[in-house]
C-alpha cells in the first residue's frame, strides 16, 4: 500500500528525475533513513528502479528512475474518425494503439472500448493497468467524468466515465482535448520543467489549456480555459456557440477553410491557404493576416492574465511558420505591456494521433502519480 509520501517520491522522479536518493531526499526534505526505507519499498513495487552509475561531484553515483513497466494506462483520442485507443506506460510511451469505431451512441461506443481492451493489453499484468482516460473535444465536468457538451459529438450530458468504467472495470476518467494535452505535456513532454505554462492547441477549433503553479486549472465549472469563444471581433461573424466574433470563427483551421471558400480559394488545409499567399493571392493574406492578428491578440490576453513561462502551439500542420505564424508573432509582441513583451516563448508542436491518445492516457498517469486510484 503505497503512502503519500511514496507518491510525492513518484511525481519528483516524473518531474525531475533520475535523481539520487540525496537529491530526491533533500527535494522533499526527507532524512537519509527514511528515504532509504521508502525507496525500497518502490523499488520491491516494482515502480521504481537503480539505473546506472553516474559521477557526480568526482564520486559514482546510483540513481533513481521511474520504471516504465510500473504502471499502464489507456488512453482514448475521439478527435479523429475512426476514434484512437493506445496503451501507454509509467514513462508516456505507446505500447500498443488501435482504431476504435466510434459510436455516437454512448452505451455502444462504450461496448466498443470494453471490446477493444484485451487485444490492447495482451501481454500486460492485469494488475498494473491502472485506468482508462478519454479525450474529447467539449467541456467535461470538473470531477472528469461526464462530458457536458460536445458540439463536434453531439454529446450532451453523458457520463462516459461510468459507461465505461463498469464494463471494464478499472478507474475511467474523461477530459477535454486541450486539457489532456496539457496534462500530457507537464508529465511527459516540453513542459516537464515549467509550473505555469499553457497549451494552444490550433486545429478544426482552437483549445486553451493553463497550468498555474503546477496544477490544471479548470476555473470553477470546469470551463476555464475556452479560449475559442473569447470575442475578439466586437461586430464579427457568427459562431457555432451563439455568440458573435468569437476567435475560432476566423483563427481556426475550420474557420480559415470557411473563409478561403467564401473568397473563391479551393484549399484543404492551412499550407494550402499558406501557398496561396506566397504565390501572391490578395484574399489569402487578408485571411491570414486576420487569423494571425486575432490569435496573437488572444496569446497576448492569456500572458497579460497569466504570465507564463512558456506558451505551447500544438498544431496539425506540417510545420507552423508562415504568414499566419508571423502575423500571429507580431500581434502578441504588438499587444502585450513592454515589460512582458519577448519574455515568453512560443513553441510550436506537430501533434498527431499518438500524441492526443497519450494525452488521454496522461489524465490517468496523472490520478495515478497523486495517488487518488
Ligand atoms: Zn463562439
Known sequence: MLTPTHHRILRSLNSSGPLTRAELGSQLALSKAAMSGLTRELIEGALVEETTSVQRQGRPAVLLDLRADGAYFIGISLLSRPAQIALTDLKGNIFARAALEFDPDPERFADNVAAAVPSLIDGIARERLAGIGVALSGLVDEEQARCIKSTLLGWQDVPLA?????????????????????????????????????????????????????RLYRGAHGGAGEIAHCTIELQGRPCRCGKVGCLDTVASLNALAELAREDGLQISSLSELEHEATNGSSAAIRILHRAGSALGLAIATV?????????????????????FATVMQQAIEANVLPRLSGRTPIRT????????SRGAASVVAESFLNGLI
Open 349 to 356: 508542436e506537430r501533434v498527431d494521433n499518438d500524441v492526443w
Open 162 to 214: 461510468q459507461l465505461i468504467g463498469k464494463r471494464v472495470g478499472v478507474p475511467t476518467f474523461v477530459e477535454n482535448d486541450a486539457k489532456a494535452l496539457a496534462i500530457s505535456e507537464k508529465h511527459f513532454g516540453e513542459a516537464r520543467e515549467f509550473n505555469n505554462f499553457s497549451v494552444i492547441s490550433l486545429g478544426g477549433g482552437i483549445g486553451s489549456a493553463h497550468f498555474i503553479h503546477g
Open 303 to 323: 500572458i497579460q492574465i497569466n504570465d507564463p513561462q512558456m506558451i505551447l502551439i500544438a498544431h496539425q500542420e506540417k510545420s507552423f511558420s508562415g504568414l
